[in-house]
């Protein structure tokens, strides 16, 4: 349970870390429409090289990277193995019973598989380098002109950066109780289905007990401290757009229009 | 032949992981049959770390657990039965409790076990006795009942089980004095009655003094000392030197000697400091010191 990487912020001071959140995720959303725009190598290629860079300026570990793409990998496979075996025009390179694969179908395959892991890397990095309460608060400065519809975007924002808040601690306190149970002889690994359901009843209940107290906790704290919600409300930490943020966003955009212009200059594949 | 024994046990959380943590090293210890062994350490020492070993919920890293001279690691499969017969009682344990009444959330260990019926109301009324739950209380649900008796139930909830060894991970934890004292009295008596053996987990050193026959002080995942309550507590400069206060009776017994005052021994409960002291102060009357 422990192990679950939730919230997966890691630490650092980077320029990734540092930069303006908004313009962070308002990019990654830019960088995620990015990766469909190339139909040659050439445009895909420069996508993938973007998000190398990238990550080489978080200063993150690889690894750590290469870790958030791996509960994709099913996606990708079963996608790329579906357009390897739909596609039939372009030339067949093997060719056996009803199984026809062409060189269109393999490149297809390849390009959504390359696209499809940019996406996930890419997303990852906002999220490795931006902690939850950060990101709730750059949505909830995004999102404030839908105020005018009535939507109380402050609201959201908080129960936002409380839901997150708490999954670390509603995980170790599902562990502590399963221990206990366990050490009760609580049997939770054998039986049928209904009796696995009936066995989470012994932690479901002490689970939902102290999640309510929390939240009773939670509300009262807030109130001591005069909490009545986002009206009139300042910030310690001001969100500030600094040149770096600037400089970042022309480049996003530079690489977009490049993306675009090399699917006229180079023949396209796809 | 010691009832739990551990060989070289180690444990580590998160291998392979930036959150990789070495909880506990290399210890070997063993604890004898009828034992009321109080462990003592800072925060983030290892304590219940060891504990849960002691039972079969953490799997040693590396090492050995021994109950009654088998591994109890043996045959992984068969581990529950590990734990009918070593209880742990975990820190703030009222928050496990989630049957009806009372009464069932007690009966959950033991119909767990597989007994029969009359034996698991047995088995219940006798742990509740023993915590000092009356009856009209056992009919309520145990979320109506006060801090210091949810405790209490919850801790029934493993005595009824009757296990060979009691594991009580910091049961005074956030009790008034008072419930502090009737939960330790509780614990005493319960050992002394059946002669099961008794571990008791805490950072109180009060609580072991007053409670523990032996004790083992852990320091940073390793043992630091480990012995008979008197010869531990008689080494009170090295317990403050590892960072653990001391009982206050010690410490004044620490500062008399120092201003010369022939006290003698430390002691390390109220009781012994009197009748250290009164003789002391007997002939002190009498000479005029």
């Known amino acids: 349970m422990r192990d679950i990487a939730l919230g997966q912020y890691f630490p650092g001071n980077s320029f990734l870390h540092r930069m303006d959140p908004r313009v962070k995720m308002v990019l990654t959303f830019l960088y995620i429409f990015a990766v469909f725009i190339p139909r040659n190598w050439v445009g895909l290629c420069g996508a993938v090289a973007f998000l190398a860079i990238a990550v080489l300026l978080s200063k993150l570990p690889v690894k750590l990277v290469l870790k958030s793409i791996k509960p994709v990998i099913p996606l990708v496979l079963i996608t790329s193995a579906l357009n390897i075996f739909y596609v039939s025009e372009g030339t067949a390179v093997f060719e056996w019973w009803v199984i026809h694969i062409t060189t269109k179908g393999l490149i297809t395959a390849s390009f959504i598989a390359i696209r499809i892991i940019c996406l996930i890397a890419g997303s990852s990095l906002l999220t490795y380098t931006t902690s939850p309460t950060t990101l709730t608060d750059a949505l909830e400065r995004l999102l404030s002109p839908l105020k005018i519809v009535r939507l109380d975007v402050h609201e959201l924002a908080m129960m936002m950066t409380i839901a997150l808040r708490f999954i670390p601690t509603l995980i170790e306190e599902t562990d502590k109780i399963m221990s206990a149970q366990k050490a009760r002889g609580a049997d939770l690994e054998s039986g049928g289905p209904m009796q696995r359901i009936r066995a989470l009843v012994p932690i479901v209940v002490p689970l939902f007990v102290s999640s309510f107290r929390r939240a009773s906790d939670l509300a009262t704290a807030m109130e001591c401290r005069c909490y009545r919600g986002g009206m009139g409300r300042t910030r310690m930490k001001q969100m500030k757009m600094r040149a770096a943020d600037i400089l970042s966003a022309a480049v996003v955009l530079a690489v977009i229009a490049a993306l675009f212009a090399l699917n006229f200059f180079i023949r396209p594949v796809l | ?289």
């Open chain 2, 1 to 289: 032949m010691p009832v739990i024994e551990t060989q070289n046990l180690s444990h580590t959380y998160s291998p392979g992981t930036p959150f990789v943590k070495e909880a506990i090293t290399d210890i070997s210890v063993k604890i004898e049959k009828g034992d009321l062994l109080g462990i003592i350490g800072h925060t983030g020492s290892g304590k219940s770390t060891l504990v849960q070993h002691f039972n079969g919920l953490l799997r040693p890293t590396s090492g050995k657990v021994f109950l009654n001279g088998r591994d109890i690691w043996e045959k992984p499969k068969k581990i529950r039965e590990v734990r009918f017969k070593v209880g742990l009682v975990f820190q703030y344990p009222e928050h496990q409790l989630f049957e009806e009444t009372t009464y069932k959330d007690i009966a959950f260990g033991p119909s767990n076990m597989g007994l029969d019926a009359d034996e698991i109301d047995r088995r219940v009324r006798l742990a509740a006795r023993f915590v000092g739950l009356k009856d009209e209380l056992l009919k309520k649900s145990p979320f109506e009942l006060s801090g210091g008796e949810k405790r209490r139930a919850a801790i029934a909830g493993v005595m009824a089980m009757q296990p060979d060894v009691l594991i009580l991970d910091e049961p005074t934890a956030g009790l008034d004095p008072r419930g502090r004292d009737t939960i330790l009295g509780q614990i005493s008596e319960y050992q002394q009655e059946n002669g099961t053996t008794v571990v008791l987990v805490s950072h109180s050193m009060e609580d072991i003094a007053k409670t523990a026959k032996k004790v083992l002080v852990m320091k940073r995942g390793a043992v630091a000392m480990y012995g008979e309550t008197a010869e531990v507590f008689s080494r009170a400069g090295e317990l403050e030197a590892i960072g653990l206060a001391v009982p206050a009776v010690t410490r004044i017994f620490m500062q008399l000697r120092a201003r010369g005052f022939e006290v003698g021994e430390n002691a390390y409960t109220v009781r012994q400091a009197f009748e250290r002291l009164l003789p002391l102060l007997r002939k002190g009357g009498a000479g005029g010191a």
